[in-house]
């Protein structure tokens, strides 16, 4: 069974629909991005899957109801929702202490060995830390402890460039192996792009595409037409257009690389490129 | 269990007002009694076995007081902070259920801070006892050492706290649902539907119920919980006297008013949990 399986997950907020039938499987061993555009119902999707929302339809993580059982839940997931949520008051030191005191699998070592690394110091205030090392304690936190499952939200928002690779280089090295799986949020493709294996576009509470990077190359090719041959690169349906110095990039799904090699260069959209070509194609 | 612990803990560094208060209170005593003009009132016999119940009855009521009133704006605030603050995302991102959390919150509110208030008082008595008797040495004596007073006034908080505890439980369980619902200025909305529904109730049906039952809680509790009371005169001296039997135990655990409420409170603490359970930051 998928780690986390959502079939027809639905949310209204009044007359606003945030999840509109979302159907998602999510398999363990993955970091799966979840990517979509500001109000698209990434952050409400993740809240119905850490169980701080009511929802309808069927949901399951690590086998749980996450709103009826997210205590358990907890055990075995955690999150980080969106940067900075350590309340100013909070020491650092009474940080660790309180959940080593709380979470049975939280290694108190490693949570220190991480934060004698980042050179922060446990008498502190959060209201006295920089965001980005209020960011690198919450992570150091949360990774010290034994989960399946690790869901970001929006984990670099308004960080600069350095704290945002220490915090990525952090998850990659010193976090993520087989027996885990990550899910991030972000509308930021190009940041999480090197990390995920697998990609979910969300868009006005709908999934738009749902891949595997592995099968990037084999469904998608992109590929630079000049104006004469345009016509015909267009009767193979391209999903996407645009122009670019001269020629027009025409973006197909399902079509053989054999079929498109005379209109031009080939080459594997990225999943940024994807991104905009699906929700602007979708739009249009 | 273990994590109630914690929990209260918790709660303790982020409220460092319920042993700054105390402890400020102490310190404004010590500092009267040690550099205070001592003088004696001649009416009060200082003779009598009371002086000294007097005395400690008086600490006691002085710190419990004002720890109450901090108790209510923390019921108001404990439910609320996180939220506004966001950190309420990584208190749910612990395994600690939301009914762990609000009990929480509500056992500090009725148990610890009344207890830490008491705690104050006994040592701030004694040793304001101490530097009175040897200022004045020759006007009151030992007067204000009683060891027997002091131990009965030990049971007589005890009781204060078990009996506050049940008798306010409405007004905590209040506290704790506009603390866990509104967005914002929870001590405005813990007031403005009482009033709204007062002043509906008084112009449409022209009857004064709903005021009577509030004001009946929020200040009746010492003419529940004590003999004496019920003249609505409740003063030290009469607490002095006869600590013990002034305690009304039998007379304030059969009142039907003190059940309804504990039932009406606990309610109140659920609906608070099944609000806190579906709100996250504001």
Same mark, same amino acid.
């Given at each position: 069974?998928?780690?986390?399986?959502?079939?027809?997950?639905?949310?209204?907020?009044?007359?606003?629909?945030?999840?509109d039938k979302v159907n998602v499987s999510i398999e363990a061993g993955r970091i799966v991005g979840l990517i979509g555009p500001n109000g698209a119902g990434k952050t409400t999707a993740l809240r119905a899957m850490l169980g701080l929302t009511t929802y309808e339809g069927e949901l399951r993580v690590l086998g749980r109801e996450p709103f009826r059982e997210r205590t358990a839940l907890m055990n075995d997931a955690c999150f980080i929702a969106d940067v900075a949520v350590l309340p100013s008051w909070l020491r650092v030191d009474q940080a660790i202490d309180y959940v080593a005191g709380v979470h049975p699998r939280f290694r108190r070592d490693r949570a220190s060995g991480f934060l004698a690394k980042a050179q922060i110091t446990g008498k502190r205030r959060m209201r006295?830390?920089?965001?980005?090392?209020?960011?690198?304690?919450?992570?150091?936190?949360?990774?010290?402890?034994?989960?399946?499952?690790?869901?970001?939200?929006?984990?670099?928002?308004?960080?600069?460039?350095?704290?945002?690779?220490?915090?990525?280089?952090?998850?990659?090295?010193?976090?993520?192996?087989?027996?885990?799986?990550?899910?991030?949020?972000?509308?930021?493709?190009?940041?999480?792009?090197?990390?995920?294996?697998?990609?979910?576009?969300?868009?006005?509470?709908?999934?738009?595409?749902?891949?595997?990077?592995?099968?990037?190359?084999?469904?998608?090719?992109?590929?630079?037409?000049?104006?004469?041959?345009?016509?015909?690169?267009?009767?193979?349906?391209?999903?996407?257009?645009?122009?670019?110095?001269?020629?027009?990039?025409?973006?197909?799904?399902?079509?053989?690389?054999?079929?498109?090699?005379?209109?031009?260069?080939?080459?594997?959209?990225?999943?940024?490129?994807?991104?905009?070509?699906?929700?602007?194609?979708?739009?249009? | 269990m273990n994590h109630y612990v914690w929990l209260i803990r918790r709660e303790f560094w982020e409220r460092r007002a319920i042993w700054v208060i105390p402890a400020t209170i102490s310190a404004a005593l010590i500092l009267v009694a040690l550099f205070g003009r001592m003088q004696i009132i001649n009416d009060v016999p200082l003779e009598s076995p009371y002086v000294g119940k007097v005395y400690l009855g008086l600490t006691g009521a002085l710190f419990i007081t004002i720890m109450m009133l901090y108790s209510t704006l923390y019921l108001l605030d404990c439910l609320y902070d996180d939220r506004r603050d966001r950190s309420v995302l990584f208190w749910k991102s612990l395994p600690i259920s939301d009914t762990d959390t609000v009990l929480s919150k509500l056992l500090v509110a009725l148990f610890a801070i009344p207890l830490v208030s008491f705690v104050a008082a006994d040592i701030t008595s004694l040793i304001v006892a101490f530097i009175v008797s040897v200022r004045a040495r020759s006007m009151i004596g030992g007067a204000l050492w009683e060891g027997g007073a002091w131990l009965q006034?030990?049971?007589?908080?005890?009781?204060?706290?078990?009996?506050? *505890?049940? &008798?306010? =439980?409405? #007004? *905590?369980? &209040?506290? =704790?649902? #506009?603390?866990? &619902?509104?967005?914002?200025?929870?001590?405005?909305?813990?007031?403005?539907?009482?009033?709204?529904?007062?002043?509906?109730?008084?112009?449409?049906?022209?009857?004064?119920y709903l005021a009577g039952v509030v004001g009946g809680r929020i200040d009746g509790y010492a003419a529940a919980a004590f003999n004496g009371g019920s003249r609505g005169s409740w003063n030290a001296n009469d607490v002095a006297t006869t600590a013990w039997q002034f305690m009304d135990i039998s007379g304030f655990f059969t009142n039907p008013a003190t059940w309804i409420g504990a039932a009406v409170g606990a309610a109140m603490v659920a609906a608070a949990i099944q609000i806190r359970m579906r709100r996250a930051e504001i």
């Open positions: 069974m998928a780690l986390i399986e959502a079939r027809n997950l639905c949310k209204k907020y009044g007359s606003h629909v945030a999840l006295e830390l920089s965001k980005g090392m209020k960011t690198q304690v919450h992570l150091a936190l949360t990774m010290a402890i034994d989960a399946k499952l690790l869901v970001l939200d929006e984990p670099t928002l308004g960080l600069d460039i350095l704290a945002r690779r220490s915090f990525y280089d952090a998850l990659v090295n010193d976090y993520m192996d087989e027996t885990r799986t990550i899910v991030i949020t972000t509308h930021q493709v190009e940041e999480v792009e090197n990390l995920l294996t697998d990609a979910i576009f969300i868009d006005k509470g709908r999934i738009v595409l749902d891949l595997s990077l592995e099968d990037v190359a084999q469904r998608f090719c992109a590929v630079a037409v000049a104006p004469e041959k345009l016509a015909a690169a267009r009767a193979l349906k391209p999903f996407y257009e645009r122009h670019a110095l001269g020629k027009t990039v025409l973006y197909f799904e399902a079509v053989t690389r054999e079929q498109l090699n005379e209109f031009g260069e080939l080459h594997t959209p990225s999943i940024a490129d994807l991104f905009v070509a699906k929700l602007s194609g979708d739009a249009s | 006034i030990q049971g007589l908080w005890m009781y204060v706290i078990v009996t506050a *505890a049940v &008798w306010y =439980l409405p #007004v *905590a369980g &209040w506290c =704790l649902i #506009v603390s866990a &619902w509104v967005k914002r200025a929870p001590m405005l909305w813990s007031i403005l539907p009482l009033l709204v529904a007062h002043l509906i109730e008084r112009f449409f049906i022209g009857t004064h």
